[in-house]
């Protein structure tokens, strides 16, 4: 199994403030395929939530992005809400990389599994955490959880349930 010291990198990697918030707003719309949301939310996730988020950065430029929480119910999960890479990094494992960061830190020591939602046309998404999976030598279940019609507007796609664990071994 891979882990973090295995892992050769140009990157570097830190928790987010909220300084953070504006440029990290840009990095998700330049996405074009992640919901946006306010860049209210973005400078209070950056915030609040940057014990268990990441930001990867390159030459002081950030590249990268996870935001993440402890489930409040069950402190042994970390759920995964977006998942972003600069276009000029994509291909490169830079948010499996995120992903290994954040569950060597000191705030996930609990964590035993991640979930995230993903959509079925998110093939990229659906790649990264079954990868994850198998480098972690754990199992990745898929199940459904919203629906498009839990939606208050037209056009939002499925969001299937990821489910990946337990985690033996982060380190």
Known sequence: MATV???ETDFHFRKPDKDDGSVVWQLIKNTK?????????YLMWCDI???????????????????????????????IWQVAVNESERGKGLATKMLYQLL???????????????????KASQSL????????ETKC???E??????FPAEGHEDELLFMIGP???KR
């Open 33 to 41: 395929v992640l919901d946006l949301n306010s860049s209210y939310s």
């Open 145 to 150: 959880y919203f629906s498009s019609e839990d």
């Open 5 to 7: 010291t295995d892992i």
């Open 49 to 79: 939530f940057s014990e268990t988020s990441i930001v990867a950065e390159r030459d002081g430029d950030i590249v990268g992005f996870i935001s993440g929480f402890l489930h409040p119910n069950t402190m042994d999960k970390l759920f």
């Open 141 to 143: 279940n898929i199940s």
């Open 167 to 169: 985690i033996k071994n």
């Open 129 to 136: 955490f079954k990868g994850l999976a198998k480098k972690l």
């Open 104 to 122: 060597n830190r000191t705030a996930c020591e609990t964590v035993q599994y991640i979930e995230a939602t993903v959509s079925p046309s998110n």
